[in-house]
């Protein structure tokens, strides 16, 4: 069965660094999420990416955050000088498109990359 | 906005036992999707069951159904027969009609005793 792969599975990095997470979605859906959970909290979404373009970002998602989609295959999440509270488990998911017959969408989840920052 | 809340942080069943999870949200929107995600540990997030909001019918999905109460907002999950493989967070979330974007419960970690 199809599954979303992401990478790495943990990472430990100092405060500051610049931090990037892989997933590699279900190849053939055309939307990917990423959504993230501070120990002991909620799962909280961060981003959708649909076309080459962000949908829809959360109040975290700001500018220490980026998407890519580099290549055909993998999504990445890039944060760019991680801080103590980016420590968090951080799932890529990827879902079909909607149609008129599926106004929602199943999202298939990864298993997490799991960020420690020091 | 919408919120999910899960009260119960965690739970345990013995084995073939039957067991209830409770989740309540909060939605403006009249057309929505409720769901019940399972995370085992060290693994995928998966589907349990789902649940539109303009069906009065509860789903089910084998083992899995729901108690969907719209007026109170309330989408427990029910577990016969619990088996040592359902032990896991279970993740109540709701979802827009065409929307993107999860909101999720805090999750309960139910495990299963033999």
């Known amino acids: 069965e199809p599954e979303v792969t992401q990478t790495p599975s943990h990472q430990v990095t100092q405060m500051g660094q610049e931090v990037i997470l892989r997933c590699v979605p279900i190849s053939n859906h055309l939307y990917f999420y990423w959504y993230r959970q501070i120990l002991g909290q909620k799962v909280e979404f961060l981003v959708s990416?649909?076309?080459?373009?962000?949908?829809?970002k959360s109040e975290i998602f700001d500018d220490q955050f980026s998407v890519e989609r580099p290549d055909g295959s993998n999504f990445t999440l890039k944060i760019r000088s991680t801080k103590l509270e980016d420590s968090a488990m951080y799932f890529c998911?990827?879902?079909?498109?909607?149609?008129?017959?599926?106004?929602?969408?199943?999202?298939?989840f990864g298993e997490g990359s799991r960020l420690t920052v020091l | 906005a919408q919120t999910v809340t899960q009260s119960q942080p965690e739970m345990s069943v013995q084995e073939a036992e039957t067991v209830t999870l409770s989740c309540t949200y909060d939605?403006?929107?009249?057309?929505?999707?409720l769901f019940w995600y399972k995370q085992p540990p060290s693994r995928q997030m998966i589907l349990v069951i789902r649940q539109e909001a303009y069906k009065q019918q509860n789903a089910t999905e084998n083992r899995f159904s729901v108690n969907f109460q719209k007026a109170a907002k309330s989408f427990s999950l029910k577990i016969s027969d619990s088996q040592l493989g359902d032990t896991a967070m279970y993740f109540c979330?709701?979802?827009?009609?065409?929307?993107?974007?999860?909101?999720f419960g805090a999750g309960t970690i139910l495990r299963v005793k033999s």
């Open positions: 990416f649909y076309n080459n373009e962000i949908s829809e």
């Open positions: 998911a990827s879902s079909e498109a909607l149609s008129d017959q599926s106004p929602w969408r199943q999202l298939f």
């Open positions: 939605t403006s929107e009249s057309n929505y999707y």
């Open positions: 979330a709701c979802l827009m009609e065409y929307g993107n974007k999860l909101v």
